[in-house]
């Protein structure tokens, strides 16, 4: 089944340390997305790229990067993670024309 | 900007009981609308969507929505619940085509045996 998936689902990390989490789909979207969703919080957009242009949300911290090294790959690198990074991580992607957005399962980090 | 509102953080139902879940939006342009459904550690799955057209829309899991254009809300329903159904619900809407969607802060529905 064409789907998103994300990996790791559960990741820990040191305080500080980089850290890097991937995306990957099968449905051939365009669009691909980064949310972080803290714990009863709505999912906050962090980025996304539209095909390979990157759209960087305004508040989203100079400490979160992305790659996306071609149509099915998508990573998130947190170069300093902090405590209050720890969070869920939700990529999701979508098509031009196609208004809903598949998700993939998440993946949970941890900062110790 | 688009924004959305959930009224209720926690909605508790007894078990075969009917639920509404509340959402209201504010946009300045035609929106489309969504409703996800999260159970814990997971992602987020959609349970039905509101592009145009018929205003009463049917997603999965016996779930519906009605889109009221004059009152800017897009309530979710259902007529009689069942443990499964115990999961985090999120209101969500964007401006149409690819757009970025924002998400209501989500309401935690709790079925009671």
């Known amino acids: 089944d064409a789907m998103v998936i994300q990996n790791p689902r559960y990741q820990v990390t040191q305080f500080g340390k980089p850290v890097t989490l991937s995306c990957s789909q099968t449905?051939?979207?365009?669009?691909m997305y980064w949310y972080q969703q803290k714990s009863s919080q709505a999912p906050k957009l962090l980025f996304h790229?539209?095909?390979?242009?990157?759209?960087n949300e305004a508040d989203t911290p100079d400490n979160f990067q992305s790659r996306r090294p071609n149509t099915s790959f998508c990573f998130l690198d947190i170069r300093s993670p902090g405590l209050g990074d720890a969070a869920m991580y939700l990529c999701?992607?979508?098509?031009?024309?196609?208004?809903?957005?598949?998700f993939g399962q998440g993946t949970r980090l941890t900062v110790v | 900007a688009q924004s959305v509102t959930q009224l209720d953080s926690q909605v508790p139902v007894f078990e075969e009981a009917p639920v509404e879940l509340r959402c209201n939006y504010s946009?300045?342009?035609?929106?489309?609308l969504f409703w996800y459904v999260q159970y814990p550690n997971q992602g987020l799955q959609l349970l039905l969507k509101?592009?145009?057209?018929?205003?009463l829309v049917k997603g999965i899991n016996g779930f519906e929505a009605e889109f009221n254009k004059s009152q800017t809300s897009f309530h979710l329903r259902k007529p009689s619940v069942h443990i499964s159904d115990t999961a985090e619900y999120f209101c969500?809407?964007?401006?149409?085509?690819?757009?970025?969607?924002?998400f209501g802060i989500g309401t935690k529905l709790q079925v009671i045996p």
């Open positions: 999701a992607t979508s098509k031009t024309g196609v208004a809903e957005a598949f």
């Open positions: 449905l051939n979207h365009n669009v």
């Open positions: 790229y539209y095909d390979k242009d990157f759209n």
């Open positions: 946009s300045s342009v035609s929106v489309y």
């Open positions: 509101y592009l145009s057209g018929s205003t």
């Open positions: 969500a809407v964007s401006e149409g085509g690819y757009q970025k969607v924002t």
